[in-house]
């Protein structure tokens, strides 16, 4: 089965930090995406990456950053937490072409304070 | 824009049958797909649908007509567990599996 994982299911911090949020997948896919969820609006997409370095910007990528230095890992990055930024965060990863399906992890809720 | 459009919530019956429908933009389209999210939890993938017509896996089933920009999730003899947050998420073009979900549906089964 595949699996993808997150560092935490809770977070909580305050204004102005910096936080880490970590996604790793066990099925060597090429394909890695970074949500947010919220009530009314949906997942939305912040940043996907393609491939090792390789970054793009989603929907909403204002106020986050991204790194991927191995092809399992994935982080999201708030440079400077801000109140707006409490949501559910939810990773996915996919494999090449051929493939269709976005595997999700169990989601980090970050409460900014 | 690429606006998915599905109703906020529905509730139905244990046992019977309920149609979730998702309408979206028809430029760039390249696949619609349906997830399945319960409270607290990842989504988890129900169905895939490119070509038009139904895709029946078990007691859900999912159409799509591409010209009307329109799809639907159909769930038979509903169950208690079904009770759930249902997306419909649409592929545009070809991003590298870049996603557009509309809002979800929540689904209330009642026995």
């Known amino acids: 089965d595949v699996k993808v994982t997150q560092s935490s299911r809770y977070l909580v911090k305050r204004t102005g930090e910096k936080v880490f949020l970590e996604c790793v997948q066990d099925m060597d896919h090429e394909n890695m995406f970074w949500y947010r969820q919220d009530p009314g609006l949906g997942l939305r997409l912040i940043y996907f990456s393609y491939d090792v370095k390789m970054k793009e910007k989603g929907d909403i990528p204002e106020g986050y950053s991204v790194s991927r230095e191995k092809k399992e890992r994935f982080s999201l990055i708030l440079e400077s937490a801000s109140t707006n930024q409490t949501s559910m965060y939810l990773c996915a990863s996919k494999g090449g072409p051929g493939s269709n399906e976005q595997f999700f992890g169990p989601g980090t809720r970050l409460t900014v304070l | 824009g690429q606006n998915i459009d599905q109703p906020t919530e529905m509730t139905a019956t244990e046992g019977a049958i309920v149609q979730i429908n998702c309408t979206y933009q028809t430029s760039g389209f390249n696949g619609l797909f349906w997830y399945q999210q319960h409270a607290g939890e990842a989504p988890t993938f129900l169905s895939y649908?490119?070509?038009?017509g139904l895709e029946e896996k078990g007691r859900f089933s999912s159409f799509l007509s591409r010209s009307k920009g329109y799809s639907y999730l159909l769930l038979k003899e509903l169950q208690m567990k079904d009770s759930a947050s249902y997306l419909c998420?649409?592929?545009?073009?070809?991003?590298?599996?870049?996603?557009?979900f509309g809002q979800g549906t929540e689904l209330s089964v009642k026995p």
């Open positions: 649908n490119v070509l038009d």
């Open positions: 998420a649409v592929k545009f073009g070809n991003q590298g599996g870049k996603l557009i």
